[in-house]
């Protein structure tokens, strides 16, 4: 019953903000609310604010429609130091228009969540979805990078050379399509330096992620932690060609094919910019 409800939601936020003629946008996000780090410590995180929310009210503004989904369809968490202006250039109403429409969506609420498992959206067909875009935040380090079904559905898009766009820590769910994401990423976590795979459906794409350089500026917000690899050694090993900008923290978006990659969460507005200009 609980499953029909989130379903029925779900079209009725896409029959709220779409359109007859609009494209229709799949958002793929995490379900933890935590990251593992090294020696047994833990990050509580989840999906960055602006990262989030910044397309995605460019995408209801330009009357597309959307479908939000997770691994296991439970509603994603949101990593409450995001919510700072910083992350909207100092604007605090913006922030609150954003954090706004948030709560209009419901998006984290255990009870109202329109969020659809991948399992669903598999079931009911990848075709209806003409991009999908995944955001950062913490939380994709710790399941979209190793789960089958999102690797099931990004490989699907790549096949159809379907709009794939991702932002700053979003692009290690590229890692999802190796044939063995999980042995792959158990070798960057034990500290070693992985096996590069024999095949990766983007071996030689030219992308970006959160940088080394900010990774390590960021390392503060771990609060003594240290995570287990960072996602730029993790997709550089992968077979991917890295591009970052010289200066930390502004944006940068990197577009190879299918794929739109963004550095980190100043690149979010410039992610979304290009992936309506793919939707017309």
Same mark, same amino acid.
């Given at each position: ?12 936020? !896409?029959? &709220? +903000?779409?359109?007859?003629? @609009? ?16 020696? %047994? ?12 929310? =910044? ?6 503004? @330009? ?8 691994? =296991? ?8 130091? &995001? ?9 605090? #109403? ?11 969506? !419901? ?9 659809? &498992?991948?399992?669903?959206? #598999? ?15 913490? !939380? ?22 379907? $709009? ?10 590229? /890692? ?7 042995? +792959? $990423? ?16 983007? @071996?030689?794409? =030219?992308?970006?992620?959160? &940088? ?9 917000? /771990?609060?003594? %932690?240290?995570?287990? +690899?960072?996602?730029? $050694? ?27 990659? %963004? =550095? ?7 992610? %979304?910019? #290009?992936?309506?200009?793919? /939707?017309?």
């Amino acid at each position: 019953m609980k499953s029909l409800q989130v379903l029925a939601a779900s079209l009725a936020l !896409a029959l &709220s +903000f779409g359109s007859a003629h @609009a494209g229709s946008v799949l958002i793929v996000l995490s379900d933890a609310d935590h990251l593992d780090l090294k020696d %047994g410590k833990t990050l509580s995180t989840g999906f960055y604010l602006n990262e989030l929310m =910044q397309p995605v009210k460019a995408l209801l503004d @330009a009357g597309h429609q959307i479908t939000f989904a997770t691994p =296991q369809g439970r509603a994603p968490t949101l990593d409450r130091s &995001s919510a700072d202006p910083m992350y909207f250039g100092g604007d605090v #109403e913006a922030l609150r228009a954003h954090q706004a429409l948030l709560d209009k969506l !419901a998006l984290t609420s255990a009870e109202k969540s329109p969020v659809l &498992s991948l399992a669903r959206i #598999e079931q009911t067909g990848y075709d209806r979805y003409d991009a999908v875009y995944i955001p950062g935040g913490h !939380a994709p380090m710790q399941d979209l990078l190793n789960s089958p079904a999102l690797g099931r559905l990004l490989s699907d898009f790549h096949a159809k050379n379907k $709009t794939t766009a991702l932002v700053c820590h979003g692009p290690i769910a590229l /890692l999802s399509t190796l044939p063995d994401a999980a042995r +792959f $990423t158990a070798q960057l976590a034990a500290g070693g330096r992985a096996s590069k795979p024999a095949q990766w459906i983007y @071996a030689g794409y =030219q992308v970006t992620v959160i &940088s080394n350089q900010e990774e390590t500026i960021a390392k503060p917000q /771990l609060k003594g %932690g240290e995570m287990k +690899f960072y996602p730029q $050694t993790a997709l550089e090993q992968a077979g991917a060609r890295y591009s970052s900008n010289t200066q930390p923290w502004t944006s940068k978006v990197v577009v190879d094919r299918e794929l739109i990659t %963004g =550095q980190n969460p100043a690149s979010a507005a410039d992610v %979304g910019k #290009e992936l309506l200009r793919r /939707l017309k």
